[in-house]
């Protein structure tokens, strides 16, 4: 069973910063499988990078994905006031689905 | 667009069965190239995936979870449901369905708005 450990919990941050989020899985992973989305209060998940680094389709290339192994991250270049949110990481793998704890960012 | 809508009770006691419903517009469930899957979200927590079901009717469930999971496909009716049995308080969840996309890469590319399920004496 792979787990997905992100952290920080809780990112503080002001507009216009960098948000570095990081996805931590317990064994190496194929980053075709790897997933992340974005979650407001009240909404449901929007998918956001697949295959670790590729942007969903309407997404604004100030969120990019990277990584490769058991190391992979969420970069967000310049945080807008909508993107103030909970990300979650996610892989498929062993005919199973697993999810990360999430990061919230949120305004200093 | 492919659209996703829950429906199901809201409300249940303790070591009832929780029958979920999950009706599919724009697309079809005997499509290849998806899964169809049900997600979980505890009050303040973070999401849980449940299970898989394939247009074949073959599923794959969270073993931690799979002695009281069942999943059905109903093509007719583009629909699929989840069924929870024997639900305790720590059952209490915002159910979504969602689209699998699989192939070379795997993910979650359509939601469902989710449904609020209570577990309660």
């Known amino acids: 069973e792979v787990v997905l450990t992100q952290s920080p919990g809780t990112l503080s941050l002001s507009p216009g910063e960098r948000a570095t989020l990081s996805c931590r899985a317990s064994?190496?992973?194929?980053?075709?499988?790897l997933t992340w989305y974005q979650q407001k209060p009240g909404q449901t998940p929007r998918l956001l990078i697949y295959?670790?680094?590729i942007r969903a389709t309407g997404i604004p290339d100030r969120f990019s994905g990277s990584g490769s192994g058991t190391d992979f991250s969420l970069t967000i270049s310049r945080l807008e006031p909508e993107d103030f949110a909970v990300y979650f990481c996610q892989h498929y793998g062993s005919s199973r689905l697993t999810f990360g704890g999430g990061t919230k960012v949120e305004i200093k | 667009q492919v659209q996703l809508q829950e429906s199901g009770p809201a409300l249940l006691k303790p070591s009832q069965t929780l029958s979920l419903t999950c009706t599919v517009s724009g697309g079809s469930i005997s499509s290849g190239g998806y899964y169809w899957s049900w997600v979980r979200q505890r009050p303040g927590k973070g999401l849980e995936w449940l299970g898989d079901?394939?247009?074949?009717?073959?599923?794959h469930y969270n073993p931690s979870l799979r002695s009281r999971l069942t999943m059905s496909l109903d093509t007719s009716k583009n629909q699929f449901s989840l069924n929870v049995s024997s639900v305790t308080v720590a059952d209490t969840a915002v159910y979504h369905c969602?689209?699998?996309?699989?192939?070379?890469?795997?993910?979650?590319?359509?939601w469902g708005q989710g449904t609020l399920v209570t577990v309660s004496s």
């Open positions: 295959g670790a680094s």
């Open positions: 969602a689209r699998v996309k699989v192939g070379g890469t795997t993910f979650l590319d359509h």
């Open positions: 064994q190496s992973v194929s980053s075709s499988f």
């Open positions: 079901i394939f247009n074949s009717g073959n599923t």
